[in-house]
């Protein structure tokens, strides 16, 4: 079983669209979570960190379950420019800052 | 502008060849990382270092190499023994500080000639 693992997709969804990923770790000692955003053939870029109380961004809102060991990336009116690979990050900081990341899930958003 | 930067953008190496792609990073971060990612797949780590002459191997260092003289620099060395290095390498790095996360430089990508 992988350490981190995502519902690779694809997700197509139409322009206005709610649409939510979820991501599991298998490691309960995992302190940090993040959700990167990576557009093909480009370097990942950090979308938002994940708060144990939940955080929101504009259109975008993550969660953490710590019982039941997964983050989720809500993203609310969808717009086409929100089309990429979205990645789940989880990191032990007891293991000196390694992070672990997930395989990705692709979004697509249709006209 | 503060960032990291790697090169070059695009790589090629010959048969029994070793090749070094570079990293520099003006964040002032302790924590340099490099990644290794094939199409359509995940990034898997390489090698790490969390502070100058001093690094530690990821889940897949076989086949590479790095340094780290200074803080701003964290080389990777592509080596012969590499047997499949085509790839999109990222290199990012990162504060020290509990919960900071990583940040990318924007890749370079190796090919076999």
């Known amino acids: 079983r992988k350490e981190v693992e995502q519902d690779p997709g694809p997700f197509n969804v139409p322009e206005g669209a709610t649409v939510a990923f979820n991501c599991t770790y298998s490691n309960s000692a995992s302190q940090s979570f993040f959700w990167y955003r990576q557009d093909c053939r480009k370097e990942p870029k950090l979308l938002m960190s994940?708060?144990?109380s939940g955080n929101e961004d504009g259109r975008f809102t993550a969660q953490l379950n710590r019982a039941s060991q997964y983050i989720s990336l809500l993203i609310r009116d969808s717009k086409l420019s929100d089309s990429a690979t979205y990645l789940c990050v989880v990191r032990k900081n007891t293991n000196a800052g390694k992070s672990t990341f997930g395989d990705g899930t692709t979004l697509t958003v249709k006209p | 502008d503060g960032g990291i930067t790697q090169s070059p953008k695009y790589l090629f190496r010959k048969e029994g060849q070793n090749v070094t792609l570079s990293c520099e990073q003006n964040?002032?971060?302790?924590?340099m990382y490099w990644y290794r990612q094939d199409p359509g797949q995940g990034l898997r780590l390489i090698y790490y270092?969390?502070?100058?002459?001093?690094?530690q191997k990821g889940d897949i260092a076989e086949g590479y190499s790095v340094s780290r003289e200074k803080k701003e620099s964290f080389p990777l060395t592509v080596t012969s023994a590499q047997k499949n290095p085509t790839a999109f390498y990222l290199c990012?790095?990162?504060?020290?500080?509990?919960?900071?996360?990583?940040?990318f430089g924007d890749g370079t990508r190796l090919s076999i000639l």
């Open positions: 990012a790095s990162s504060d020290r500080t509990r919960d900071q996360p990583q940040h």
């Open positions: 964040l002032n971060h302790d924590a």
């Open positions: 994940v708060y144990s």
């Open positions: 270092s969390q502070i100058v002459n001093d690094f």
